[in-house]
T-cell receptor, first 113, second 117 residues
Framework: AQSVTQLDSHVSVSEGTPVLLRCNYSSSYSPSLFWYVQHPNKGLQLLLKYTSAATLVKGINGFEAEFKKSETSFHLTKPSAHMSDAAEYFCVVHNNAGNMLTFGGGTRLMVKP | ETGVTQTPRHLVMGMTNKKSLKCEQHLGHNAMYWYKQSAKKPLELMFV???????ENNSVPSRFSPECPNSSHLFLHLHTLQPEDSALYLC????????????????FGQGTRLTVV
């Protein structure tokens, strides 16, 4: 079985300040992990993915995430928030021995001017 | 653009209507998915098709009927829906569906916003 917990349903930051969106997972097998972003009235867009290579993964739009096996975490960070980053973010785990994507509950990021 | 196209983008239907949602991908992917996204709930996997065969039905009510005529197209036929079925329905595709060691990512369409009145 696998599960994903996004620890914050809402995060609010000021423009230009760092972003931290937290994600913890559980998986019986060596997982692949993803972060997706969803802007209002849009589908989900892949930000970045971890697939058992480098533990620090860089994605689009300046986002990055670090896979920490000991902490079962895959937190998403960005050094400086931009207004266009306001969206909902989903942490996703793929069980490489199975066939399912499991989604976290999502974190809504708000960016204040 | 992700390469996955869903139509229509918005749909309003009565509880006695019959309608269909369409999803199309020309990415050469073999697996296609329907997800339901309701307010304040995690994404729910509804159906999975792999090489046109349904491999997963996640206890979805029979008023939702999927169809996959080929690897590029996926439909969701709707009939006698309930107001609680109002949601964003997302289609996704991935290169492959099964197999250990495969690092697969899903490409999502923009969704169909369904309102049942």
């Amino acid at each position: 079985a696998q599960s994903v917990t996004q620890l914050d349903s809402h995060v609010s930051v000021s423009e230009g300040t760092p972003v931290l969106l937290r994600c913890n997972y559980s998986s019986s097998y060596s997982p692949s992990l993803f972060w997706y972003v969803q802007h209002p009235n849009k589908g989900l867009q892949l930000l970045l993915k971890y697939t058992s290579a480098a533990t620090l993964v860089k994605g689009i739009n300046g986002f990055e995430a670090e896979f920490k096996k000991s902490e079962t975490s895959f937190h998403l960070t960005k050094p400086s928030a931009h207004m266009s980053d306001a969206a909902e973010y989903f942490c996703v785990v793929h069980n490489n021995a199975g066939n399912m994507l499991t989604f976290g509950g999502g974190t809504r990021l708000m960016v204040k001017p | 653009e992700t390469g996955v196209t869903q139509t229509p983008r918005h749909l309003v239907m009565g509880m006695t209507n019959k309608k269909s949602l369409k999803c199309e991908q020309h990415l050469g992917h073999n697996a296609m998915y329907w997800y339901k996204q309701s307010a304040k709930k995690p994404l729910e996997l509804m159906f999975v098709y792999n090489f046109k065969e349904q491999t997963e039905n996640n206890s979805v009510p029979s008023r939702f009927s999927p169809e996959c005529p080929n690897s590029s197209h996926l439909f969701l036929h709707l009939h006698t829906l309930q107001p609680e079925d109002s949601a964003l329905y997302l289609c996704a595709s991935s290169q492959d569906h099964l197999g250990p060691g495969l690092n697969t990512e899903a490409f999502f369409g923009q969704g169909t916003r369904l309102t049942v009145v």
